[in-house]
Nanobody, 123 residues
């Protein structure tokens, strides 16, 4: 069983930056593909980014491509999301998620989820 805890959310102005962290426990972290998702008010959950088990393969949703960077440190059982050039439309609850099976470029199959961290970008 894997537990995921996000941190790093907060209030930031348009154009600012923020780094989210997600720390895993209870499993072998390197066995898991990790993903980031977000859900804004009144919106469906949206794929943000994913990173492969050893951090080589990365994928991004179109809305964040070029602005966000995902990374992981398997020695710390942690995955990070560096968010730059933030826009008001980035305002959402951000969730990290894990899956042990499937491909990194698939948005399906995540079966472990954190509780989320709120990111608010002021206009």
């Amino acid at each position: 069983q894997v537990q995921l805890v996000e941190s790093g959310g907060g209030l930031v102005q348009t154009g600012g930056s923020l780094r989210l962290s997600c720390v895993a426990s209870g499993g072998t972290f390197s066995w898991y593909i990790m993903g980031w998702f977000r859900q804004g008010p009144g919106k469906e959950r949206e794929f943000v980014s994913a990173i492969g088990k050893i951090g080589i393969s990365t994928y991004y949703g179109d809305s964040v491509k070029g602005r966000f960077t995902v990374s992981r440190d398997n020695t710390k059982s942690a995955v990070y999301l560096e968010m730059n050039s933030l826009k008001p439309e980035d305002t959402a609850v951000y969730y990290c998620a894990a899956k042990s099976w499937g491909s990194t470029d698939s948005q399906d199959g995540y079966n472990y989820w954190g509780q989320g961290t709120q990111v608010t970008v002021s206009s």
